[in-house]
Antibody, heavy 123, light 107 residues
Framework: EVQLVQSGAEVKKPGESLKISCKGSGYNFTSYWIGWVRQMPGKGLEWMAIIYPGDSDTRYSPSFQGQVTISADKSISSAYLQWSSLKASDTAMYYC????????????????WGQGTLVTVSS | DIQMTQSPSSLSASVGDRVTITCRASQSISSYLNWYQQKPGKAPNLLIYAASSLQSGVPSRFSGSGSGTDFILTISSLQPEDFATYYCQQNYRTLYTFGPGTKLDIK
């Protein structure tokens, strides 16, 4: 069974650093891109960035480039999202999701999602 | 960047109703369009990919259509468990933007 399990909720102060994780199981972790999606309180979904654990190739949305860093450790089937200096505006739920493709390999889709990690940044 | 819009932003309907939600892309995206359902406190769930292909395990009352810039998600007969927020997402270009969402609630 494919599963993505994310680390638990975090409460941090502005200026602090943070790294949250997403552990994959039930499939070949190195063969699928993992994406990160932000959902601010009461708001919609925002595509942040994506990483290919096989070679750590990464792509960022311009809105998030320089604000966060994504990484992966294929030896433990885990992907990470990190901040060096949190702001109150980073308060949100963060989801990881596996990017798969249709049978012909043309269309990408997020077919499995983690349960989400709630990050709260408050002084 | 490709911008996605959805209409309506919210919708009230009754069990058994036929419902349509529209998604529009700022440029042609062929059929590179997915639909997700999200219930409160839960992660999104893929319903439709490639504009009209039903994801495995999703009830057949859900269907998708369209290509180019205009797309439609149809729920043929609303069930109680369908009241949720629906998002479209383009996967034509990396930076796979989502639409702003359509909240479907009970009339």
């Amino acid at each position: 069974e494919v599963q993505l399990v994310q680390s638990g909720a975090e409460v941090k102060k502005p200026g602090e650093s943070l790294k949250i994780s997403c552990k994959g199981s039930g499939y070949n972790f190195t063969s699928y891109w993992i994406g990160w999606v932000r959902q601010m309180p009461g708001k919609g979904l925002e595509w942040m960035a994506i990483i290919y654990p096989g070679d750590s190739d990464t792509r960022y949305s311009p809105s998030f480039q320089g604000q966060v860093t994504i990484s992966a450790d294929k030896s433990i089937s885990s992907a990470y999202l990190q901040w060096s200096s949190l702001k109150a505006s980073d308060t949100a739920m963060y989801y990881c999701a596996r990017q798969s493709y249709d049978t012909d390999g043309f269309y990408s889709l997020f077919d499995y999602w983690g349960q989400g990690t709630l990050v709260t940044v408050s002084s | 960047d490709i911008q996605m819009t959805q209409s309506p932003s919210s919708l009230s309907a009754s069990v058994g109703d036929r419902v349509t939600i529209t998604c529009r892309a700022s440029q042609s995206i062929s059929s590179y369009l997915n639909w997700y359902q999200q219930k409160p406190g839960k992660a999104p769930n893929l319903l439709i990919y490639a504009a009209s292909s039903l994801q495995s395990g999703v009830p057949s009352r859900f269907s998708g259509s369209g290509s180019g810039t205009d797309f439609i998600l149809t729920i043929s007969s609303l069930q109680p468990e369908d009241f949720a927020t629906y998002y479209c997402q383009q996967n034509y270009r990396t930076l796979y933007t989502f639409g702003p969402g359509t909240k479907l609630d009970i009339k």
